[in-house]
């Protein structure tokens, strides 16, 4: 069996601003084996890496992400919302995760955020860019969004995918066949032991989300799951070790 990978949620998001690039250096210097991070078009279709639909949490801006071009957008503060020390942190483009991913071996879970007219443009914008850094084989495209990951499986079959849920999938085997897809990103506490063993055992990557607690870490590590999705891989990471 595999060993239970870990990904930082938006980045080492327990320490470090969400979605900057110095929560992602964090996530790499931790160990973890991926970052989770979530994507979303600016005005003028360029991706970028924020999770919500409006700016005002994250950043000094205001308004919907979608309402600004990517210029407007890289001007904002990310980092000092979360501590002084972090000012001047940008909204990563995803252009700028991409260059900087050439450079380590992290697995790279992107979340399909927005609107879904801009999600369904979204695929076709993303994916010539993990192409042309050659970043094919180490992408999981990731979306609440289904009808996207189905869409990314005819657009770009070579990249791996998966649905993100928040309430358990009712007959799962059947709805992931339908999607075509292997990947199942779950809300931790939706899914038994005994759910989670059998999924396993028919091959579904499983990867929880987002499993903070000292305890689940271990549960999901020792019954196999493909990853856990953690603000704090540090402690993922040496749980892991332990085990
Ligand atoms: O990818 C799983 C998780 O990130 C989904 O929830 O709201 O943190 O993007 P959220
Ligand atoms: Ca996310």
Redesign the pocket.
């Known amino acids: 069996m595999n060993q239970t990978k870990i990904f930082a949620?938006?980045g080492f998001s327990s320490n470090y601003p969400e979605n900057t690039m110095v929560a992602f250096q964090a996530a790499e210097q931790s160990q973890a084996d991926g970052i989770?991070f979530?994507v979303q078009l600016s005005l003028d279709d360029v991706p970028v890496v924020i999770?919500d639909a409006t700016l005002d949490r994250t950043t000094n801006g205001t308004g919907f992400v979608q309402s600004y071009p990517v210029h407007k957008i890289k001007k904002l503060d990310a980092g000092s919302w979360f501590h002084e020390k972090f000012e001047g942190e940008s909204v990563p483009t995803l252009e700028e995760v991409l260059v900087w991913a050439k450079g380590n071996q992290l697995i790279l879970?992107i979340?399909l955020?927005g609107q879904l007219s801009d999600r369904d443009k979204a695929i076709t914008v993303i994916y010539p860019m993990i192409k042309e850094h050659d970043l094919e084989d180490r992408v999981i495209l990731?979306s609440?969004d289904h009808t996207v990951v189905a869409q990314c499986e005819q657009f770009a079959p070579m990249l791996e995918t998966a649905v993100?849920v928040l309430s358990a999938l009712y007959q799962p085997e059947s709805y992931l066949r339908t999607v075509q897809t292997l990947g199942y990103?779950f809300y931790y506490p939706t899914l038994l032991d005994k759910e989670v063993e059998s999924l396993i055992k028919k091959g579904i990557r499983l990867?929880p989300?987002?499993v903070n607690d000292e305890k689940q870490i271990k549960r999901f590590i020792e019954l196999g799951c493909d990853g856990i999705?953690t603000d704090d891989p540090q402690k993922a990471v040496a749980l892991r070790n332990q085990l």
Do not use: C
Request: aromatic share 12%; glycine share 0%; no cysteine.
């Open positions: 949620h938006r989770e979530d999770h879970n979340e955020k990731s609440f993100i990103h990867r989300y987002t999705i």
